[in-house]
C-alpha cells in the first residue's frame, strides 16, 4: 500500500515537477509571514539547520559509504571559526561564513588522511577521537577560544543595512543554505565525482578497477562533507549568539547520525526527514516531562524495525541521485549477487 | 502486520502534531489573572537530570508553602516546568515560547551557564525576568539588565578561600592547586590565583582537568613532586572524593582544603575517612539547631528522596525572591515591575542567607569555614570571620 502511495505521488511530482516546485519554494519563502510566531519559527529554524547538517553527514555516510560519527567535530570547528573571526576581528558574517567552510573542509581533509585504508568501525572509531580532541582543544585553547568560557556576543549579520536576527528573519539564512546545499549537492552526485562516492560505496575495489581514483574521491567526499557542516556551524553562531565547547558533545553528534539513519541513508531528502521527526517528536512530547526522551527512543526502535533503511531511504527515490541508472546499476548488482 | 503497523504510526504522528498544535501558546494576554504564572527551565532529561529534579522539587516546595499560606496578595503561584535537557538549542526554543505568552511573569532556571547565557538575548529582548538559582558564569548576569543569579560571584568566595581559609584559618604555606576546567572551575582558579598574587601565597603547582575524569593518579603525583604542604581542590563533590579516596592510596600526607562543593554529604559517603580534617567553604550550612533550616531539608529529602545539595536550596530561594519583589511593586504587576523591585530589593533573607543585588544582577556572599570531623561537617567560623 505504502509503495504504491509512494508510486503514485512520484508520478504526479514528475509530472507537474516545475509547478510544484515552484509552489512549494513559494510556500517556504512566506512561512514566516503565515506564521510570525518566534517559537515556532524556532523550531522550523532548527529542523532546517539540523537538516542541512544531517545532509552533510550523509555525504560522507550514505554516498561514499564512509561510517563517520564525529561530525559534532566539523560543526564545532565551522561554529567556532565564525565565532572567533567575528568577535576578535570584526569581520562580517558572509566572508567569515564562506572561511569558516573552507576551514572546515581543509580539517576534513586532514581527518580523511589517515582514515583512507579504514573502512567500517575502524574509521567511526578515528572520528569519534577527532571530534573529541577537537572539543578538547576547543575547552582548553583559552586565549582563541576562549576555554570554558565560551565565546558570548556574537554579532547578529547584517545584509543592506538590516540587522538579521531572531528566527523569523535568520529562516531565511537557514532556508538559503539548506536549498543551496541540496541544489549544489545534486549536481555534484550527478557529475563523475558524485558516481564515483556511489562506486566506491557499492564496491571499493571494483571502482578502483574501473579507474576510479578511490583515495581521492574519499578525500574529495570528506571534505565536501565538511565544508557544509562548517558553513552550517558558522550560521548557528550568530543565531545563538553565544557559542561553548559543552554543545558540541559526542551526544551532538549521535544526535545527527540518528536524524540520517531515521531519514534514509543515501537519499538527499531523507536527512530532511530525518531532521523534522527527531526535532518534532521532542518538541511534540514535551507534556511528558522525564518520560520525553524514553518515547523518543521508542518511536525510533519501531521506525527502525517498520523501516531499517530509514523512513524516505530506498536507492529508486525521487532525489538520490540519478535515479534510473542507478535503478538499472541496483537491478543487476541484484542479479548477480542476489538480494540482501 | 506492516500495513497495520504503518497506520498505527501515522496515526501516532498525527495525532501527536494535532497535539503539538493545541500546546501552542496562545499569544493573547491575560494580565489580569489570579494567579501569578512563573516558568521553571529545568534539565529534567539529559545529563544533569538530577539537577533539575532537584529545582522542580525545590521550586514546587516553595510554591506550595507560600500558597498555603494565602499566596502573593491572595493570589495562587503556579510553576510551569519546562525540560531543557541541559541542551541550549532547546531551552532557546522555550525562551522564545515563554516570551510569546504574556502569561509568564517571569523565569526561574535555567541550570548551566550556557542555557542561561543562550536565553538571555532573547528573554532580555522581550523584557522578561531570568532568575537563575545556579548560573555561575562571570559574564551571564551583566548581559543584559534582565538577567539574576544568585550563585555567588566567585570573585567573592575564591578570595576568602585563600585569604582567610587557607592563610589565616589553616597556615598554608605552599599550595598546589587542582581545578576542573568549566566555566565555573575557570573563574574561581582565576579568582582564586589573583588574590594568592596580592596576598604573596606561594602556590607551588596548577593542574587542570576536564569534566568526567576519574583517574587523578598521574596528576596527583606530578603535584606531589613540587611538594606542597596543602591542596586546594576546586571542583564539585564527586570529584573531591575521588581526589581524597586517590592521595590516600598514594600513602601521600597533605592536608586537604576544597573549593566549591558546600556541605555535600556525599564527601563524606563517598570518601568516609579520608576527608577527616578537609577544610571547605561555603555559602550556608543546615545544622540540627538551626530548625527551620533543618525542617526545609527533611521535606526536601521525603519529597526528592536524595539528600538536597546547594542547588535546591537556592533554587528554593529564588520562588521567595520573587515573591518578596512582587509585593514590593506599588502598581500594576508587570514584567518590568518585577524586574525593578527584583533589582532594589533590600533586606532579603533567604535560606541561604542574605541576598541583595548589585548593578548587574548578581550578588557577592559570605562564607563560612567547615571542617569534617569524625563524618560530620562542623562549622568553625561565623559570617564576621572577614574583618
Same mark, same amino acid.
Not at chain 1, 576578535?88 to 562580517?92: I, K, M
Not at chain 1, 565547547?245 to 558533545?249: A, E, G, Q, R
Not at chain 1, 507534556?287 to 518520560?291: G, P
Given at each position: 500500500m505504502i509503495s504504491n502511495t509512494f508510486e503514485n505521488v512520484k508520478k504526479i511530482y514528475k509530472k507537474h515537477a516545475k509547478i510544484i516546485n515552484i509552489v512549494l519554494i513559494i510556500l517556504l519563502l512566506i512561512i514566516p509571514r503565515l506564521m510570525p510566531n518566534s517559537y515556532l519559527m524556532g523550531i522550523v529554524c532548527r529542523i532546517l539547520m539540523y537538516a542541512t547538517l544531517a545532509g552533510s553527514l550523509n555525504i560522507i555516510n550514505?554516498?561514499?559509504g564512509q561510517f563517520n560519527i564525529g561530525h559534532a567535530g566539523f560543526f564545532l570547528i565551522g561554529a567556532y571559526t565564525e565565532a572567533i573571526l567575528a568577535t &576578535?576581528?570584526?569581520?562580517?558574517f558572509w566572508p567569515a561564513m564562506i572561511i569558516a567552510g573552507i576551514v572546515t573542509s581543509i580539517v576534513g581533509f586532514l581527518v580523511s588522511l589517515p582514515t583512507l585504508r579504514l573502512r567500517g568501525i575502524y574509521l567511526a572509531i578515528v572520528t569519534l577521537g577527532f571530534s573529541e580532541i577537537i572539543r578538547i582543544i576547543a575547552l582548553n585553547w @583559552?586565549? *582563541?577560544?576562549?576555554?570554558?568560557m565560551g565565546i558570548k556576543g556574537i554579532p547578529s549579520p547584517e545584509l543592506f543595512g538590516f540587522r538579521i536576527s531572531g528566527p523569523v528573519d535568520y529562516y531565511y539564512i537557514f532556508l538559503i543554505v539548506g536549498i543551496l546545499f541540496l541544489f549544489i549537492t545534486n549536481r555534484i552526485l550527478k557529475s563523475r565525482v558524485g558516481r564515483s562516492w556511489i562506486s566506491i560505496r557499492e564496491d571499493e575495489l571494483a571502482a578502483k578497477s574501473l579507474g576510479v581514483e578511490a583515495n581521492r574521491a574519499k578525500s574529495a567526499n570528506f571534505m565536501y562533507g565538511a565544508f557544509w557542516a562548517g558553513i552550517v556551524g558558522a550560521t548557528y553562531a550568530p543565531y545563538y549568539k553565544f557559542i561553548a565547547?559543552?554543545?558540541? @558533545?559526542l551526544d551532538e553528534g549521535f544526535n545527527i547520525l540518528a536524524m540520517v539513519i531515521i531519514g534514509g541513508?543515501? &537519499?538527499?531528502i531523507g536527512p530532511f526527514v530525518g531532521a523534522s521527526i527527531a526535532t518534532l517528536i521532542s518538541e511534540v512530547f514535551r507534556?511528558?516531562?522525564?518520560?520525553r526522551m524514553v518515547i523518543y527512543a521508542i518511536l525510533i526502535i519501531v521506525m527502525m524495525w517498520w523501516r531499517p533503511q530509514g523512513? *524516505?531511504?530506498?536507492?529508486?527515490?525521487?532525489?538520490?541521485?540519478?535515479d534510473k541508472s542507478l535503478k538499472k546499476r541496483k537491478k543487476s548488482i541484484t542479479q548477480k549477487v542476489g538480494d540482501n | 502486520m506492516r500495513k497495520y503497523l504503518s497506520i498505527i504510526m501515522t496515526v501516532v504522528l498525527l495525532t501527536a502534531l494535532l497535539a503539538g498544535c493545541s500546546n501552542a501558546p496562545d499569544?493573547?494576554? $491575560?494580565?489580569?489573572?489570579?494567579v501569578y504564572k512563573f516558568a521553571v527551565f529545568a /534539565?529534567?532529561?539529559?545529563?544533569y537530570a538530577e539537577y533539575g529534579k532537584g529545582f522542580e522539587v525545590a521550586t514546587q516546595m516553595a510554591a506550595d508553602e507560600i500558597n498555603a499560606e494565602g499566596g502573593i496578595d491572595g493570589k495562587e503561584i503556579v510553576l510551569e516546568v519546562f525540560d531543557t535537557k541541559g541542551d541550549p538549542k532547546e531551552s532557546a526554543d522555550i525562551s522564545r515560547r515563554v516570551t510569546e505568552?504574556?502569561?509568564?511573569l517571569a523565569v526561574i532556571g535555567d541550570f548551566s551557564s550556557s542555557n542561561a547565557m543562550a536565553n538571555a538575548p532573547i528573554l532580555g529582548e522581550a523584557g522578561i525576568?531570568?532568575? $537563575?538559582?545556579?548560573? $555561575?558564569?562571570?559574564d551571564y548576569a551583566g548581559m543584559n539588565e534582565y538577567m539574576f543569579s544568585?550563585?555567588?560571584?566567585q570573585d567573592g568566595e575564591a578570595p576568602f578561600f585563600s585569604t582567610?581559609?587557607?592563610?589565616?584559618?589553616?597556615?598554608?604555606e605552599d599550595v598546589g592547586v587542582i581545578y576542573i576546567n568549566n566555566d565555573w572551575g575557570k573563574s574561581a582558579y582565576d579568582n582564586f590565583m589573583l588574590q594568592t598574587e596580592k596576598d604573596g601565597l606561594n602556590v607551588v603547582s596548577e593542574e587542570n582537568y576536564v569534566e568526567g575524569?576519574?583517574?587523578?593518579t598521574s596528576l596527583l603525583t606530578k603535584v606531589r613532586d613540587s611538594n606542597p604542604d596543602t591542596l586546594a581542590l576546586i571542583m564539585h563533590a564527586n570529584d573531591v572524593a575521588l581526589i581524597a579516596n586517590q592521595v590516600n592510596q598514594l600513602g601521600w600526607d597533605v592536608n586537604l582544603t576544597a573549593l566549591g /562543593?558546600?556541605?555535600?554529604?556525599q564527601i563524606i559517603e563517598l570518601a568516609g575517612e579520608n576527608v577527616e580534617r578537609l577544610l571547605l567553604s561555603t555559602p550556608f550550612f543546615i545544622t540540627e539547631e538551626n530548625e527551620e533550616a533543618w525542617a526545609w531539608s527533611e521535606e526536601f529529602k521525603s519529597r526528592a528522596g536524595f539528600e538536597p545539595t546547594v542547588h535546591p536550596a537556592v533554587a528554593y530561594d529564588t520562588v521567595y525572591l520573587l515573591k518578596a519583589a512582587i509585593e514590593n511593586i506599588e502598581g500594576d504587576v508587570t514584567r518590568d515591575a518585577v524586574r525593578e523591585e527584583l533589582q532594589n530589593l533590600d533586606g532579603f533573607v533567604g535560606l541561604t542567607g542574605p541576598i541583595k543585588f548589585n548593578e548587574s544582577g548578581d550578588i557577592t556572599r559570605k562564607y563560612l569555614i567547615m571542617e569534617i570531623e569524625d563524618g560530620k561537617f562542623i562549622q568553625k567560623t561565623e559570617f564576621d570571620y572577614v574583618d
Open positions: 550514505g554516498y561514499s &576578535t576581528y570584526g569581520w562580517s @583559552t586565549d *582563541v577560544t576562549g576555554g570554558p565547547s559543552d554543545m558540541f @558533545t541513508q543515501g &537519499t538527499l507534556f511528558a516531562s522525564q518520560y523512513l *524516505v531511504g530506498a536507492y529508486d527515490s525521487i532525489l538520490a541521485g540519478d | 499569544s493573547g494576554g $491575560s494580565g489580569d489573572s489570579d /534539565p529534567i532529561t539529559g545529563n505568552n504574556d502569561e509568564y525576568v531570568q532568575l $537563575s538559582p545556579t548560573a $555561575s558564569h562571570t544568585i550563585m555567588g560571584r582567610y581559609l587557607l592563610q589565616k584559618y589553616a597556615g598554608a575524569e576519574k583517574d587523578f /562543593p558546600g556541605t555535600s554529604m
